[in-house]
């Protein structure tokens, strides 16, 4: 009988590499809606919510990479098992391919009755990441039913979520960067204004087009194999980093050259009408949960991934800050892409700093190069994770398959030609599944492999890459907190809509 064996996931990167995958990995569009819900919700309400929930989520992803290390050992010691000598774990042929944007949820499960005695030192490195365990992968070792249908469930719903705030992003940087038309008396431009002035389109009616026409190119990609090469990393990396580092910049020269004659800005210190946006745009900006398999298994060295980690999120932390309490102080009213408050000078409207008009532009339509280059790649991970759904139910084929492409492209189309409102887009996904995936899953991922590696050895666990939350008070008290935010989020929602906040 022939036994399928798993190659070691590539080492192919150092440490130090690995820092900045994560970093560039976590800051991206939730970043650009940050100084709007800063803005909303007051920046000391805003820094304390950033802070906890960026606390919270260093403790999921620190229980990510131990849930990945007992992963790693229960399948060396089911192969070894079975095989009935020692063979290394390994994947297959997929060097050039990234699993995280192609990893199926519900692979075939291990079976895990066995118990297992090996020595002190061996039991150590029994729990080496060599091998690449995606998150779905996981929760079919680790979770029962029930939670694996709560799993994909929520990370189907985020991903939806992902194609919708995409979907609505990029065409209204295109259109706010098209359209010229102004009112004659120079007031606030509403979406039902014109887009040009020879034109009887709408800025709403060119919105919608160009999400018709962005879903109808990019989502060809879905129906293939697309996936991000190195090259164009780097080339979204360096538009990112450009367009970051430009506004925080621009920001800093304007507060510091602003005469003393200038009334100063003085934005809300505490705003809980706008908490439920704030809430969800901070959950958004700091996900990266479902990347860590990807990111962790090629690092050469994984003996500091707690620091590593740390160091990650407390940059990622001040940089955020940085990022929003310049532009609060900064400008007075904000667009929910912060990008868009760069827009070029115009007879009827001018930035509030200083901005060359191509810096301007560029600023403007950054997120149609970085968010259009994604765009495909979550599409694809969505489809194959509904595919591996699907198949446990029915066949699919080359029909089922087209259809659930056109599934998984006409839904997040039509929610974002319903609405442009990309806070709201991103403050709902971030809230709901957002907090599924980033606190709930990897918190009971934990528990349960815990569980699982202590019934298997018969004695406690202790290895390089365990968490040091090591109490279960601090499992449930993730699980207490994403529960507590989620219920208190809600009703303010449900509060506002009522106009009672």
Known sequence: ???????????????????????????????????????????????????????????????????????????????????????????DEEENVDQSDRAALLPPAINSEDVYMSRGADERHSFDIVEKVEMGEMASMFLNK?????FYVCISLYLFGDLTIYGSAVPKSIRDAICTYEPMNCTKLEMYDLCWESSRLTRHHVYQIF???????????????AQKTKLLQLFTTLCRWTAFLSMIILCVIHLAKRPSSEKPIRPAIFNFRGLPSLFGTCVYSFMCHHSIPSIVAPIRSKNKLKKLFAYDYICIALFYLLLALTAVFTFETFKDLYTLNFSPKTSCSESK???????????????VFTLSSSFPIIGITLRNNLETILKSCVKVGRRQRILLVIFVLLLPCAVSIVTEDIGFLVGFTGSYAGVAVQYVIPALLV??????????????????????????????????????????????NILKARGSV
């Open 1 to 91: 009988m022939s036994t399928q064996r798993q190659k070691p996931a590539e080492a192919s990167f150092s440490q130090s590499t690995g820092m900045i995958y994560v970093f560039n990995i976590i800051v991206g569009t939730g970043a650009l809606t940050l100084p709007n819900a800063f803005h909303e919700g007051g920046y000391v309400l805003s820094t304390l919510i950033l802070l906890i929930l960026g606390f919270f989520s260093y403790v999921t992803a620190t229980y990510m990479v131990e849930a990945m290390a007992i992963a790693n050992f229960i399948r060396r010691k089911t192969f070894n098992r079975r095989l009935g000598t020692i063979i290394p774990p390994t994947s």
């Open 146 to 150: 029930l939670g694996l249908i709560i």
């Open 353 to 367: 700093v200083n901005v060359p008009t191509v810096l301007a532009y560029f600023i403007m339509l950054f997120p």
């Open 211 to 225: 999400v018709a026409v962005f879903f109808c190119t990019l989502g060809l990609f879905v129906f293939g194999n």
């Open 447 to 492: 528990y349960n492999a815990r569980r699982q590696a202590q019934l298997k050895l018969r004695r406690p666990i202790f290895f390089a890459n365990q968490s040091v939350f090591q109490s279960k008070y601090w499992v449930f008290a993730v699980l207490l907190w994403a529960w507590l935010a989620v219920i208190v989020n809600t009703i303010y």
